[in-house]
């Protein structure tokens, strides 16, 4: 009933404008996206695929449902880490339910607590957003640059003739330190 509801235009899936714009931009930066939701998967790509925007099945790299795992459990977020291939301190889960919040930040996710409407708690314990426009992606690891045979000039504050890397062409730059999310 649903689905067919959906295709006649009976019903379009609820999406907030700012998240559709946020969630474009992320998408065009290379950031790969998921859904996880209490609605199955097939109801998840229903809901964005004939939403008031139009089609937004292609921005998300895949969706998860409850046959994981519940939302306020550990191993859901867990599971989530090791199916898409991320180190979960790479991972940044977005909800307006602090419990699921909880759960994946104990796993290691960092978290934002969506807050809408109404008063903001006090002493959050996850970053707050009122909309997608506030939302602050954590800090990602930078990819490893071209290999460059010219120099940038130095910045005033460093000596005029800094040692030299031992780096030969075609070589790839080595990491001189892990990255580690603040």
Known sequence: ?????????????????????R???????????YVFSSGSVHAQKL??????????????SGYFDTTIGAKRET?????????????????LFLSDIREELDA?????LYTCWLVRDGALPANPPHPLA??????????QPQ?????????????????????QPTQTPGQRPRRLWPFRPP
């Open 47 to 60: 809901l964005f695929g004939y939403s008031a925007f139009g089609d937004l099945t292609a921005l998300f």
């Open 75 to 91: 191993g859901a977020y867990r599971h989530i880490a090791r199916s898409i291939g991320i180190p979960a301190g790479e991972i």
């Open 23 to 33: 969630l474009r931009e992320w998408k065009d930066q290379g950031l790969a996206l």
């Open 104 to 108: 994946a930040q104990a796993v290691g």
């Open 130 to 139: 009122r909309d997608f426009a506030e939302i602050i992606l954590p800090r």
């Open 143 to 163: 990819p490893y640059p071209a290999y460059n045979p010219v120099p940038p000039p130095p910045h005033p504050s460093q000596p005029k003739h800094p040692p």
């Open 1 to 21: 009933i649903w689905e067919a509801g959906y295709r006649n235009g009976d019903f379009q899936g609820h999406v907030y404008e700012d998240a559709v714009r």
